[in-house]
């Protein structure tokens, strides 16, 4: 028989800690998963929403074990250090108060240039928990902790008030494009010098986010030509600085611009986006027939998901591979894979509820 002493001593099961590395591994993947599904034109919120459930669960496990997740945690972090791994290892940081880990998470992460799992992990956990590190790290000498404690300030919606002001003009670009974005967010309008001085910045993300505030305070004539530019350019933000410069209008003047765009077919797909965008949704037809050329097609579908966000429920109206649309498509898109309509099913789909 085994004694007390010996069972409080004993090493854990593997089956533990094989479950602890599961959870790990599990959380990283979906909260990556999710960053990217939130990324997607137009994010699906249901998907998003489920994700959210699965990565919360996982969190309970290492919850339940504490600091024994911590080998596996590491070890995740070190064969994959991605933005997932990183949102981790954050977590469970903070989590358990662990300072020293958090520095050294940070550490990491500013090597490697990993902002999202870290700004993730300060969105998963309650202003309360957090508070009094986005507080020091607000006037942190290093740019990456500012950085990160706006990205906590814009996730949480928190406005640090008088610290905005300076961090508008921060030094680092990063950290003051995104405390532009929290600006905007917050609508600050007297920060709106600030704002318009922004545009005149020699980095690209500081005047998208400048212009992009500006038009939150329906400033955006201001900023009217920068966000055309942002959105023509192209880049990971285009599709922002599209929808802001819709924002600024005026309609008309918006309209006669992406008619412009769509005579070019390096820029007809950023139209027929934009089009999308201004909540037309007698624009059915027009976008049906969009949905049948490929180098607008996926454009189209964006288009048409966020008019009808209710057509996510019909599968059958999509396909992942545009091969099944003819040869056209297959010519175009090869073998790359890519969310598409079909715009026959979309057409009956139309007719059966009476849309547009």
Not at 1 to 29: D, Y
Not at 170 to 192: C, E, M, T, V
Not at 203 to 223: C, F, H, K, N, P
Not at 320 to 337: H, Q
Request: net charge negative; glycine share 8%.
């Amino acid at each position: 028989m085994t004694s007390a002493g010996e069972q409080l001593f004993a090493p854990p099961r593997r089956v533990a800690v094989e479950a602890v590395r599961q959870h790990v591994e599990q959380a990283a993947f979906l909260w990556a998963q999710r960053d990217s599904w939130g990324q997607e034109d137009p994010p699906d919120e249901t998907v998003i929403g489920e994700i959210g459930e699965r990565i919360e669960i996982n969190l309970d496990g290492l919850r339940i074990a504490g600091a024994a997740a911590w080998p596996a945690a590491e070890r995740q972090l070190e064969d994959f250090p991605d933005k997932g791994e990183f949102f981790v290892i954050g977590w469970m940081a903070i989590e358990q108060g662990d300072a020293t880990r958090i520095d050294q998470t940070v550490a990491a992460a500013k090597e490697l240039d990993e902002r999202r799992g870290l700004v993730g992990a300060l969105a998963w956990h309650q202003p309360p928990r957090i508070g009094h590190l986005v507080h020091d790290w607000l006037v942190a000498p290093d740019a990456f902790k500012r950085y990160l404690a706006v990205g906590a300030c814009l996730e949480h919606g928190v406005d640090p008030r008088q610290l905005l002001a300076r961090l508008v003009k921060d030094a680092d670009a990063p950290a003051r494009a995104f405390a532009l974005r929290l600006a905007g967010r917050l609508k600050r309008a007297d920060l709106a010098r600030e704002m318009a001085a922004a545009l005149e910045s020699d980095d690209e993300i500081v005047r998208l986010w400048a212009g992009w505030a500006l038009t939150q305070l329906g400033s955006g004539d201001l900023a009217r030509v920068e966000l055309r530019n942002a959105a023509v350019a192209g880049g990971p933000d285009a599709l922002i600085a599209l929808r802001a410069a819709i924002t600024a209008g005026p309609e008309k003047d918006v309209r006669a611009w992406m008619g412009g765009l769509m005579k070019s077919v390096a820029t007809a797909p950023l139209a027929v986006r934009g089009i999308g965008m201004l909540g037309d949704r007698s624009i059915l037809p027009w976008l049906i027939e969009r949905m049948k050329e490929p180098y607008v097609a996926v454009a189209a579908c964006a288009a048409f998901l966020e008019l009808f966000p209710e057509a996510r429920e019909e599968t059958k109206l999509f396909t992942v591979d545009p091969t099944d649309l003819g040869p056209a498509f297959a010519e175009f898109f090869d073998d790359e894979v890519v969310g598409v309509a079909v715009p026959d099913r979309v057409e009956s789909w139309r007719a059966q509820n009476r849309v547009a």
